[in-house]
């Protein structure tokens, strides 16, 4: 099992550019979520979804929006990239409701210039 | 607001020793509590999870405490090696429309010495 894996692993962006960051996961999880990683700062919830067909907002979700495109991936869209928005940016994925570890990919490493 | 406070300062200790590191938490009432691990340029990865009526929980040489009178959560690592030198991240987990979600602390950086 690969289990989450995230592309692409690198990305520079011109402020105003859009672009789309892929997840998948292999172990049949139901609930899957978007996160941000600042220097200083703890992982920031941006979307998840908790099961197919679901999506809703967390802690920072302006900027961003998201799809569940099917059980194994989930999507996560800057349609105007900002400088604000540089960071690294995790996905995770969680068996469902009653399982508590959350298994994460191994980051897209984001730049807005 | 909730507030999750991790000792910003790296951690520096000798090879053998029990690594020690706080997790403190404010305005917040947790389910679980979450420990885990980041290596540079890698995603975390989960160590240990505490319930709030649990006082300990042990892992081969993993320890944690979970003291909702203090808010507070206190991670050891015994016989530290320096293969054990990471970043470690506390993370309370509360169940919310009946879906888990994470709120993370910043994380203390852990360096063991040979």
């Known amino acids: 099992n690969a289990g989450v894996t995230q592309t692409p692993k690198f990305q520079v962006l011109k402020t105003g550019q859009s672009m789309t960051l892929q997840c998948a996961q292999d172990?049949?999880?139901?609930?899957m979520y978007w996160y941000r990683q600042d220097p200083g700062m703890g992982l920031r919830l941006i979307y998840y979804s908790a099961s197919e067909g679901t999506t809703d907002k967390g802690e920072v979700p302006n900027g961003y929006n998201v799809s569940r495109l099917n059980k194994r991936e989930f999507s996560l869209r800057l349609e105007s990239a900002a400088p604000s928005q540089t960071s690294v940016y995790f996905c995770?994925?969680?068996?469902?409701?009653?399982?508590?570890?959350?298994?994460f990919g191994p980051g897209t490493r984001l730049t807005v210039l | 607001s909730q507030k999750i406070e991790q000792n910003s300062e790296a951690l520096n200790i000798q090879e053998g020793k029990t690594a020690t590191l706080t997790c403190n938490y404010t305005n917040y009432s947790p389910a679980y509590l979450q420990w885990y691990r980041q290596d540079p340029g890698r995603g975390p990865v989960f160590l240990l999870l505490i319930r709030e009526n649990e006082k300990e929980k042990r892992k081969e040489r993993l320890k944690v405490t979970f003291d909702t009178t203090l808010k507070q959560s206190l991670f050891h690592i015994t016989a530290s090696q320096p293969a054990d030198s990471a970043t470690y991240l506390c993370a309370l987990d509360s169940l919310s429309g009946g879906y888990n979600k994470l709120i993370f602390g910043a994380g203390t950086r852990l360096a063991v010495h040979p």
């Open positions: 172990m049949n999880h139901n609930s």
């Open positions: 995770a994925s969680l068996r469902g409701v009653g399982y508590n570890e959350q298994f």
